[in-house]
């Protein structure tokens, strides 16, 4: 029989890493793209990855696009998230790897599950499996999959996985034959319970989120808006899993003025913002229960020059010091 995720609290590492109670760590979601720019510079991002780690960030962020279109509002091409992850766990070392998300209705669970295993082993045990349903109807349809079917299909496929990624390991088959069904394992073995984040709702209710998932991870709202988002999902949290620790994360936009001092605008799901007043805006979120925030940096500058501009302004406030400063200090 599964544990439940009581009964693994010891084995949390990763996410204990990122998510703590009345902390906030702050992610970076790749690709870090030039405004106007579509095709992604693999080596590049590979590079700033380990400039990212070095800074000090605590995650790595990687979104699931499986196909373009001229119709979709971000035309970059995304590589897969899979041959992504396996080389961004071989050219860092401590830094988390989080999937935002990986589409689970549109791929099969037990291939989610070895790909995720695999990264998990590779990495060290660096992986926190962010999940989603996606909900393009013409991507749906494009792999032969019906939008109405998503919720109930996520519920089933992540059942799957998570009896998969459990340290007592199960491969549920779709199908049993009529002969002797064949005796399946997932290798390699987890060693630890992989953990299961959800991104967006995928159609569930808060409080089967809180029930099955480490956390809950939306995309960033107005502020009044995302404390009412969080006193939802500490009710649902004490309703489903009473005394229980489940983080809640956001995703937001900056728009990194060039100017450090610069005051914050509003923009759709986030901000246009020098770094002193991003730490303003960071730390109203620790305050009102954000326990991660993933950064998706929009900028004309170099990156690197923005990185350093985010590890020197931002990072140290909420604790996240660069490698050489901890070596230093």
């Known amino acids: 029989m599964t544990a439940s995720l009581a009964d693994v609290s010891t084995e949390r ?9 009345g902390h906030l760590s ?38 699931d696009v499986p196909l373009n279109s001229p119709d979709y509002p971000d035309p970059t091409g995304h590589s897969d998230p899979w041959v992504l992850l396996g080389a961004l766990a071989a050219r860092t070392r ?3 790897l989080i999937t935002g998300a990986i589409v689970l209705t549109l791929r099969h669970p037990l291939h989610v599950a070895k790909a995720a295993v695999s990264v998990s082993a590779l990495s060290g045990g660096r992986l926190v499996l962010g999940l989603g ?16 079917e998503r919720r109930t299909l996520f519920r089933a496929h992540w059942d799957t996985v998570a009896a998969a990624l459990d340290v007592d390991s199960r491969v549920v088959p779709d199908l049993v034959p009529d002969a002797a069904p064949s005796r399946f394992s997932l290798l390699p073995r987890p060693s630890a319970r992989v953990p299961m984040l959800s991104v967006g709702s995928a159609g569930q209710s808060v409080d089967w989120i809180a029930r099955h998932a480490v956390g809950w991870a939306t995309y960033h709202r107005e502020p009044q808006v995302q404390r009412e988002r969080y006193r939802l999902w500490r009710q649902a949290v004490e309703r489903s899993a009473p005394g229980a620790f489940r983080s809640f994360s956001s995703a937001m936009r900056v728009e990194l003025a060039d100017r450090a001092d610069a005051p914050p605008t509003a923009i759709e799901l986030g901000y246009r913002t020098g770094s002193r ?29 923005v ?4 590890g020197k302004e931002v990072l140290p406030v909420f604790g996240q010091a660069s490698a050489t400063r901890e070596v230093s200090g």
Request: glycine share 6%; net charge negative.
């Open 26 to 63: 702050i992610g970076l979601t790749l690709p870090l793209m030039s405004p106007g720019a579509s095709e992604v510079d693999l080596n590049q991002q590979l590079a700033l990855a380990a400039h990212a780690e070095a800074l000090g960030f605590a995650a790595l962020w990687i979104r």
């Open 13 to 21: 590492t990763v996410e204990r890493r990122v998510f703590r109670e």
């Open 277 to 305: 007043a991003l730490v303003d805006v960071l730390e109203q979120q620790r305050a009102s229960g954000t326990h991660h925030v993933a950064l998706s940096l929009s900028s004309a500058r170099p990156w690197e020059e």
């Open 94 to 96: 401590a830094i988390a």
């Open 307 to 310: 990185l350093e501009e985010l």
């Open 133 to 148: 349903s996606g909900d393009r109807p013409a991507e749906y349809a494009a792999f032969g999959r019906n939008t109405e």
